[in-house]
């Protein structure tokens, strides 16, 4: 008896051994080699420098997109089925990871040849698209305009306010604050006494309507019980429910690894649509973050907190119109994405083109670059016409412009004086008018893979482009150099042949110039033919 305890001891320590080894890599640099990816908030870190911290990919997503891939400017790529750590020492890339020893992949000699190689390889593109009125429209979100205290009442006055103003219709995205608690999907009628006649109201304005939902399930009660009596819940090694700390308090939280609270949400959701009128719902939360407890008990399959953030992706994909914030290898697919709200700052508004470029490396390109003047609620909460810098929200505004989507929520309106919201409006009519280009940018993504926004150096290998965050490509066509300073002057690089800007004006490319920038222009070139 001894001998068979002291036997499954050891073998129990050896499992315990490979389970907990780790392949180390170091990949030696290219001459004048630059690399980019990982997660879509490090996008204004990127290229990374010869010195950086540790990443740890099952820890962290910084509660944005991310994915198991780095790619090199000289055409190489690292990917891995599963999270892995990586740390750039000397300009050495230092890679750690628990499933396989990781190496770099050649795909030719350029960053573009590195992504479409992966692309094609490990998440090619599913051949759909989200609803043209992704990016043909401006979206409206309900978040900084009312935040938690909304009623049908505030969010009819806020679509009249929105087409009285000159504003097209768009998409309304009706956000936290509607249910009566977390996870039940049931209107606090109180608030909303007739959803219904609210979602048709707004279709005959012209707008789509999506609400917003999370994994988070309030933690008591008769729905309570059912959920975990049913085995829907994220449990704990002791076969209870896991309560999970979030931003809004502390919840129980849907199992989104099971396949049986995944049919349920999907069944349940689905109802939802069909009772009340909701074209699609804003899947937020499913961060990693937020389930690295080595108490969680994951089901399904899944490894890791990870697994779990897929998994919520993947309920997604059964609704076309959505949103994701956070997501996990689920590169093209079609889910539009948002990025990590930003604050009401220049220095978050320069993060704005580096990050998106980084969602479109790592396959995410139906993305949209947060709400306009930013979504970090506690930088916009006391904003009004005698303290906002409406030169700011502006150039906010046009930074969005000509992104595959741009999203309002603090209302221009309240906050801007007739010039200021004259051009602002004049922005979100430019967007409408480049939607059907944006569509065709969208719809070749869906069958290449392709960004949508692109890196200069994508674009234009062998120019020198690596280090540039300012400037970024629409597309084959356009380059766009939107203000992302105070002021009204910036300095453009061209890359080579002939370019017509915003003004008509020919250009001959392969330079650096200086160029004057009033506060109602938004400088971008298109190819000339």
């Known amino acids: 008896m001894r001998f068979v305890s002291a036997f499954i001891l050891f073998a129990l320590f050896q499992a315990s051994n490979i389970h907990a080894s780790v392949h180390k890599s170091e990949i030696e640099p290219l001459e004048g080699e630059k690399w980019y990816g990982a997660l879509t908030r490090l996008g204004h870190e990127t290229p990374f420098a010869k010195d950086t911290r540790l990443f740890d990919l099952s820890k962290s997503h910084i509660s944005n997109q991310g994915a198991p891939l780095l790619l090199s400017s000289k055409g190489r790529y ?4 599963a999270p892995f750590k990586f740390q750039f020492k000397g300009g050495v890339l230092h890679l750690e990871s628990e499933s396989e020893k990781l190496q770099a992949f050649s795909a030719g000699n350029t960053l573009k040849e590195a992504f479409m190689a992966a692309s094609a390889k490990h998440f090619p593109p599913d051949g759909k698209v989200p609803p043209a009125i992704f990016f043909a429209k401006p979206q409206y979100n309900t978040w900084i305009a009312l ?20 504003f097209p219709a768009g998409l309304m995205m009706i956000d936290d604050g509607w249910e009566t608690f977390y996870g039940l999907f049931r209107f606090n009628m109180e608030y909303f006494p007739n959803p219904r006649a609210l979602n048709e109201k707004l279709r005959s304005m012209g707008f789509k309507t999506l609400y917003w ?74 961060d990693a973050e937020h389930f690295q407890s080595p108490d969680i008990r994951f089901s ?34 079609a889910l539009v994405q948002r990025l990590q709200d930003k604050r009401y700052s220049w220095e978050d508004l320069r993060e704005l083109i580096p990050d998106m470029i980084a969602a479109g490396l790592l396959g995410y390109a139906y993305t949209c670059p947060d709400m306009i003047c930013g979504g970090a609620y506690s930088t916009l909460a006391k904003l009004n016409k005698d303290n906002i810098d409406m030169e700011f929200f502006v150039r906010s505004c046009q930074v969005h412009t000509l992104m595959p989507m741009m999203q309002f929520s603090l209302e221009p309106w309240k906050v801007l004086d007739e010039k200021h919201l004259k051009i602002v409006a004049d922005m979100a009519r430019l967007h409408e008018k480049f939607g059907p280009y944006i569509m065709e940018c969208a719809k070749r993504a869906s069958q290449t893979g392709e960004p949508i926004v692109r890196h200069m150096a994508y674009a234009f290998p062998g120019e020198n482009f690596e280090d540039t965050c300012d400037q970024f490509m629409l597309g084959d066509d356009y380059m766009v150099a939107p203000m992302l300073t105070k002021g009204n002057k910036r300095s453009v690089r061209l890359p080579k042949g002939k370019w017509i800007d915003d003004l008509g004006l020919v250009r001959d490319g392969g330079c650096e110039f200086e160029m004057q ?9 298109k190819r000339a033919q």
């Open 517 to 525: 920038v009033p506060i109602e222009r938004l400088p971008y070139f």
């Open 78 to 81: 690292i990917w891995s089925e």
């Open 300 to 333: 399904g399959g899944a490894l890791c907190a990870a697994d779990y953030t897929k998994a919520w992706g993947s309920i997604g994909l059964e609704f076309p119109y959505n949103e994701f914030r956070a997501s996990w290898k689920m590169g093209g697919r």
């Open 147 to 166: 935040h938690y205290d909304q009623t049908q009442k505030d969010v009819l006055a806020y679509a009249n306010a929105i087409l009285e103003n000159g």
């Open 213 to 286: 939902i999370s994994p988070f399930v309030a933690s008591t009660g008769r729905d309570f019980k059912f959920l975990r009596d049913n085995g829907l819940l994220l449990k704990r090694a002791n076969n209870t429910p896991a309560i999970i700390a979030w931003w809004n308090g502390w919840s129980a939280a849907y199992d989104t690894t099971n396949p049986k609270t995944r049919e349920y949400l999907i069944k349940t959701l689905k109802n939802l649509q069909s009772k009340y009128g909701i074209d699609g719902f804003k899947f937020d939360g499913a």
